[in-house]
């Protein structure tokens, strides 16, 4: 398991679940009538995930740091302002929110564990290892921040 830690591009996992999505609510029994309020949920999803995301990345430029995920070693600075005093992982929940969004829409009671597990596999293989990394980099300060501002929400 510790190959896997910061291996594959956030991103990449983001589409790979998504695929699964499908794959599961094509694939096994599980449908629920959603009356139409499945597109809400994803219209909902993406917006609430391109708001986190955006608004993550764009915090980042200001700051004049790496938005390399398979590279946080680089980071020059501990972004805590605007965003990130809510959440030390916008852009991940961003990408979680348009994951649910896309498995409610999906209409299969099956989608929705799979579209967790992303923040589950995120936790464990990205969020983590970028922690340790940013312990070790930054020492103190990133701890306060760490205890001061929450993983997810």
Do not use: C
Not at 29 to 40: K, M
Not at 59 to 81: G, K, L, M, Q, Y
Request: charged share 15%; glycine share 10%; aromatic share 14%.
């Amino acid at each position: 398991m510790e190959n896997l830690k910061l291996r594959f591009p956030p991103v990449a996992v983001f589409f790979s679940f998504a695929i699964i999505i499908w794959m599961v609510a094509t694939l096994l029994p599980g449908d629920i009538n959603l009356h139409g309020a499945g597109t809400a949920f994803l219209v909902i999803g993406i917006g609430a995930g391109s708001y986190f995301g955006v608004t993550g990345l764009s915090e980042f430029r200001r700051a004049r740091t790496t938005t390399s995920p398979t590279h946080p070693e680089n980071a020059s600075a501990i972004v805590s302002d605007g965003i990130y005093s809510k959440t030390r992982n916008p852009m991940y929940l961003g990408l979680q929110f348009i994951l649910l969004g896309w498995a409610i829409f999906q209409g299969n009671l099956f989608a929705i564990p799979v579209a967790l597990g992303f923040a589950v596999y995120i936790t464990l293989f990205q969020i983590k290892p970028e922690e340790d990394l940013l312990e070790e980099n930054f020492g103190q300060e990133y701890l306060a921040y760490k205890a001061r501002v929450r993983r997810w929400m």
